[in-house]
């Protein structure tokens, strides 16, 4: 089950002796390894060739470049130089393709609930007031590693993990990053949910020392869960009406005993499955997403249907309330307002490459078009807004935060403007 990721560094020199330093990272899932070259010689002016490759490599290859017979004919009588080249996060038409598979396995394994928990967290340990990646968290594909698997919220997602294993083996031009958020936004549509204005090009972290902090993920039953509830989803940046539309995603699937240690060991409504028996689910149809979580939270009419104290809280905190009444009475308020906060969730603390993403038909991410802020009533696409708002972000700004005035600056423009009038009025 579990495979390593090798980062070596291989010296070869105009001297017989070769050095081979390597360094062995576990993993739980293998994946493409990024491998340097360093390559030198006393009397070639290129002292140093570094060459960084995202593409997967064996032993036998190495002894295979060491051996090639082009190497001192490339490297000879030539001067000192460097040279590098990386590969993009994620390929477009693979990204199309492993959304087809995602699909035939969420038809055959019935795993949607799981796919959406590893996407989440994932991205779910970000942190706004860490600027540094990947010190900040969030989605970058940190999760597969067994030191982050082992977090107490992360109990049982190591099965999700083993789930795409064959699409990652298969894919290996995407980013785990990249593909835990495809699964997680193809698991929600495929339930019946909205579709989630994604975009793609997670860079992933290369090892374990970069997984965050075990505690950033929220508890199943805190002592005050509406502080903590606050706590968690402030951190990361989210507010109040996001934090229940993220918590209607409990429509779909079950809480474990060997996993969260909540909920029955089954009831009427999982016996039988469908995937593995079992558990106690927060509705009736549990793999059908649609408003019927906020439903049942606000009757509990049913003793079979999971309520935990951080659902019951969203009908008793006066500000979750207003948006749990109105989720509970308006599915399409919710799908609209689910769609945009996983969206942001699912880009959370991430490094995109390109900068701006890629979507699913290859193309880089929405372009500045002037029309869009024209004088007319054209609403801005959900990709510009999010494009509009990292900049905003980029550069200081928040929406709860207006940037600071720049007064000499002002100032300056003032005098500008006095000059060129008393200049008019002159003439």
Not at 66 to 88: C, E, Y
Request: one cysteine or more.
């Amino acid at each position: 089950m579990a495979g390593s990721l090798q980062q070596s560094q291989l010296t070869l020199s105009s001297s017989p002796m070769v050095s081979l330093s390597g360094a062995a990272t576990s993993r739980l899932l293998p994946s493409a390894s990024r491998v340097r070259f360093s390559l030198t010689s006393p009397s070639s002016p290129f002292s140093s060739l570094s060459l960084s490759s995202s593409s997967s490599y064996s032993p036998a290859s190495l002894k295979c470049l060491r051996s090639s017979p082009l190497l001192p004919h490339v490297f000879s009588n030539q001067k000192r130089s460097s040279m590098s080249t990386v590969a993009a996060a994620s390929d477009p038409a693979q990204l199309e393709s492993a959304r087809e598979d995602i699909k035939q396995l969420l038809k055959s394994k019935f795993c949607h609930p799981i796919l959406v928990r590893l996407g989440w967290h994932d991205a779910g340990t970000y942190n706004k007031n860490v600027e540094e990646w990947p010190k900040r968290g969030g989605a970058n594909g940190s999760l597969r590693f067994e030191i982050e698997l082992k977090h107490a919220a992360n109990a049982g997602l190591v099965n999700g993990l083993n789930l795409l294993k064959p699409i990652k083996d298969k894919y290996s031009g995407i980013t785990y990053a990249d593909l835990f958020q495809l699964a997680s936004a193809t698991a929600i549509e495929e339930a019946g949910g909205p579709i989630i204005p994604m975009k793609y090009g997670r860079v992933d972290v290369s090892e374990p020392s970069q997984c965050p902090e075990e505690g950033r993920l929220p508890a199943a039953t805190p002592p005050k869960p509406a502080d903590h509830l606050r706590e968690v989803f402030y951190r990361m940046g989210l507010n109040d009406q996001e934090i229940v539309a993220l918590s209607g995603a409990h429509t779909v699937g079950r809480s474990r005993q060997d996993r969260s240690g909540m909920g029955k060991p089954e009831t009427k409504y999982t016996k039988n499955g469908p995937g593995a028996p079992g558990g106690q689910s927060w509705t009736v149809e549990w793999l059908k997403f649609d408003n019927s979580y906020f439903k049942d939270i606000k009757e509990q009419k049913d003793a079979d249907l999971l309520v935990l104290p951080t659902d019951a809280v969203l009908f008793e905190d006066p500000s979750f309330k207003v948006y749990a009444e109105k989720y509970a009475t308006d599915q399409e308020a919710f799908f609209k307002d689910y769609a945009e906060a996983h969206s942001k969730l699912s880009n959370l603390g991430a490094k995109f490459d390109p900068p701006e993403g890629i979507t699913m038909d290859g193309a880089a991410g929405e372009k500045f078009v002037a029309a869009n802020y024209s004088s007319g009533k054209r609403e801005l696409s959900e990709a510009m807004k999010q494009k509009i708002r990292a900049e905003y972000e980029a550069i200081g700004g928040s929406p709860d935060k207006p940037l600071q005035s720049n007064y000499f600056l002002n100032i300056m423009v003032v005098i500008a403007v006095l000059a060129f009038l008393t200049s008019l009025l002159g003439n």
